[in-house]
């Protein structure tokens, strides 16, 4: 049946209107190729990645051979899903053919020969399409500037195509393991990783950051292998493979430098948008910033542009930003250079986590991400050391027929000398100690009664299930508990929100996107509505939403000073578990109060929100219809599509570790049970303290390095 239209457009019209929605649409949608090759910022970061005179250039070689490359079968999607299969899976026959064809072996060779540590080969493709080949744009290996030749808008299409050979390398890995040629399925490997090292070598966050996330994959991956093959490795050939890694020169992640390319993207946009010596040219900063934030999300540019217009009225001017960036950048810089990667001075808060995010919101948006480099570049290093660890462990018992008695016994034989913990520092002695090793059963400490067991561990994929082994009761003193603000049953999937009746909390990780890594606000605001409209409240419900009304009544939280209370509940001991583990993952906890304290305000005047909180206020209790109006409200006002898209940029350390750094591993865990066949390796991780590695996994306490995580959910899934 045929809905009834009032106003009806003759047929001219209605064409010239699809045609009009169409090229608005495109028109946000597409970046400008037109570029601006006399912008001296635009030069300034070319010069960067510049090579110099007589080095090789890795993409003359590696470019023409991934044009050439075969479309992988479609049960291939993610790196996820190439380093997942495995012989005898469906769909494995496929992957192993598409690996096999003569244009991805070239890939392969070309990789091989562009990664080899002798040559010091870079990656030099510019920024723009100035001088880019037509057929490497059209095929994405390129990078394109925003419109008008925006560098802070800019789409680093080839890292794309990068994760293309990254999953051919998983599998060609995969193949030649099985095939018994452990050394060669292990040095493709070092190839990918090699690969990582050379885009985080580039001027751009986002390379930094995909180039050290794909190191970390690596060396995990590596452990995979030695994992599911053993036999398939001897232990020279494990030597080879440590000693070949273990040369700082080739690999050298010390050296790797905080992204420039990010500062002259902030001064580009400052020359831009900002009057000289003034403030900013309001109408040109709302439309770019808004430009900017609604990258791939051409349907959010007006409201994006409603809220740049919003922070110009109280943005600094031209003379404070400007020193904000230098601010900003020194501080980093001179952290980053530390030798000790403990030193006191990177537990003090930065000059960022001091900043006024509103005041600086330019500023925020293009250079607060860089922060979370400084974990990143600890956790490849427990990665990459750990691997080197593991590998000489397996290659001792593969020569000795049995497991080392103590860590120490691998060197120098198997690896040159062990690779210390990086998280776990000795204060007193100003020392790194070493991972933690043991080999179940036979290290176990039983009392003169007792067998020793099977170790059993927790593994979190997740940081929503992070901390409650099978042994937890979910009790306040839990630390789940304490990261979700304590009390039994409660449930906030998003800062800012009260506690929900009937929520499943995997609704955030299940709106999340790992690709795109965006949160589904629609999705998101959906379920939640629909678990307020139908879920039966309860009498602890019921308590719940009162407590938290009360909550804010207690603290006296009003419009004008609810950003001061959120930091405060932060910063308070019940909200210090929640606040370093943020903390630890990079996440700005007072870019996040100002995000919700922004919403909160506007949710302090919403009638039937208010209309909850007074009754609560005067002492009678709200009624079911009262509380579920609140809630709706919370939902509709706290989640727009405008904030979500905020927090998921200031939590993108948190959703990292929600999906695990594998990715799709979002809302699991399992438990295991370990015997004296394997060996144990584990990091402390970022808090530095050793949980003798019954919780593991992106959301436990411990890092684990053996068995490997991706081999465990592989067997488990």
């Known amino acids: 049946m045929r809905r009834a239209c009032l106003i009806r457009h003759p047929a001219p019209a209605r064409l010239a209107l699809g045609i009009a929605v169409c090229w608005a649409v495109a028109w946000l949608a597409a970046p400008a190729r037109a570029q601006a090759p006399k912008d001296p910022h635009i030069q300034q970061i ?30 291939l999607r993610s790196i996820t899903d190439a380093s997942l299969m495995t012989p005898g899976d469906e769909g494995w026959s496929e992957a192993e053919q598409w690996a096999q064809r003569e244009p991805n072996r070239k890939v392969l060779e070309t990789l091989a020969a562009v990664t080899d540590s002798t040559k010091k080969t870079v990656l030099s493709i510019p920024y723009g399409t100035e001088g880019v080949p037509e057929a490497w744009v059209a095929a994405g290996l390129c990078i394109e500037l925003g419109r008008g030749g925006t560098l802070a808008g800019m789409q680093l299409r080839y890292l794309k195509r990068l994760e293309d050979v990254a999953m051919l390398c998983n599998v060609e890995a995969t193949r030649l393991a099985a095939g018994g040629k452990g050394k060669e399925a292990m040095q493709v490997l070092v190839d990918w990783l090699r690969l990582g090292r050379m885009v985080a070598d580039r001027a751009m966050f ?42 700082e020169r080739t690999l050298g992640v010390d050296r790797m430098t905080l992204p420039q390319g990010d500062r002259i993207a902030a001064e580009q946009l400052m020359a831009r948008t900002f009057i000289e010596r003034d403030g900013v040219n309001v109408p040109v900063f709302a439309s770019t910033m808004a430009r900017i934030g609604a990258a791939g999300r051409p349907l959010t540019r007006f409201s994006e542009g409603a809220l740049w217009r919003d922070i110009a009225s109280v943005h600094a001017d031209w003379f404070d930003t400007r020193e904000q960036i230098e601010k900003l950048m020194g501080d980093w810089n001179i952290r980053w250079n530390l030798p000790n990667l403990h030193d006191e001075l990177l537990a ?131 630390p789940d508990a304490a990261v979700n603000g304590g009390g039994d049953g409660a449930n906030a999937p998003f800062p800012g929100l009260p506690p929900l009746p009937g929520l499943d909390p995997s609704v955030l990780t299940d709106s999340w996107d790992p690709e795109s890594k965006q949160l589904d606000a629609a999705k998101l605001r959906e379920v939640l509505t629909q678990s307020v409209r139908e879920t039966p409240l309860t009498d602890e419900g019921r308590e719940q939403a009162r407590q938290f009304f009360q909550s804010l009544i207690d603290q006296g939280v009003t419009p004008d000073n ?17 606040a370093q583990m943020m903390k630890a993952m990079g996440v700005d906890l007072h870019q ?42 919370a939902i509709e006002i706290m989640l727009t599509d405008e904030s979500v898209a905020s927090l998921t940029q ?26 004296d066949s394997q060996f144990v390796l584990f990091s402390t991780g970022p808090d530095g303290v050793s949980g003798k590695a019954r919780s593991v996994g992106p959301g436990g306490d411990d890092l684990l390095i053996w068995p490997p995580v991706l081999s465990l959910w592989r067997e488990h899934r």
Not at 238 to 245: K, L, P, S, T
Not at 452 to 474: E, I, K, N, W
Not at 650 to 674: C, E, K, N, P, Q
């Open 46 to 75: 070319n010069e960067l990645v510049k090579a110099v005179a007589g080095v090789p250039i890795a993409e003359k070689e590696l470019f023409p051979a991934i044009l050439e490359m075969r479309e992988a079968p479609g049960t």
């Open 206 to 247: 986002e390379e930094k950051k995909w180039g050290a996330e794909q190191m970390i994959l690596a060396a995990e991956r590596m452990r995979d292998i030695a994992y599911l093959f053993p036999d398939s490795l001897t232990p020279e050939d494990i030597a080879d493979i440590c000693q070949i890694e273990q040369d």
């Open 348 to 478: 003090q808060e930065t000059d960022y986590d001091r900043m006024n995010k509103r005041t600086f919101a330019m500023v925020d948006r293009l250079l607060g991400p860089i922060q979370q480099l400084f974990a990143l570049r600890m956790r490849v290093l427990a990665e990459i050391g750990g691997t080197r660890n593991a590998l000489g462990v397996l290659a001792f018992k593969l020569r000795e027929r049995q497991w080392p008695r103590v860590l120490e016994a691998i060197q120098p034989k198997y690896v040159r000398q062990i690779d210390p913990d990086p998280y776990h520092y000795y204060k007193r002695t100003e020392t790194l100690r070493p991972f933690g090793y043991f080999v179940p059963i036979r290290d176990a400490v039983v009392g003169p009664r007792e067998l020793p067991q099977p170790h059993r561990m927790t593994v979190f994929l997740d940081r929503r299930s992070a901390g409650l082994t099978p042994d937890s009761d979910g009790g306040e003193d839990s």
């Open 562 to 578: 609810v950003q001061e209370k959120m930091l405060a509940q932060l910063e308070s001991p019940e909200g210090q578990p929640a």
């Open 592 to 633: 996040i109060a100002r995000i919700m304290a922004d919403r909160m305000r506007v949710l302090l005047e919403d009638p039937a929100f208010t209309k909850a909180l007074e009754a609560v206020r005067s002492g009678a209790a709200p009624s079911d219809d009262d509380l579920r109006g609140a809630l709706t409200s």
């Open 650 to 675: 200031a939590l993108a350390g948190v959703m990292d570790a929600f999906t695990g750094s594998m990715g799709g591993f979002a809302g699991r865990s399992f438990t295991v049970s370990i015997d």
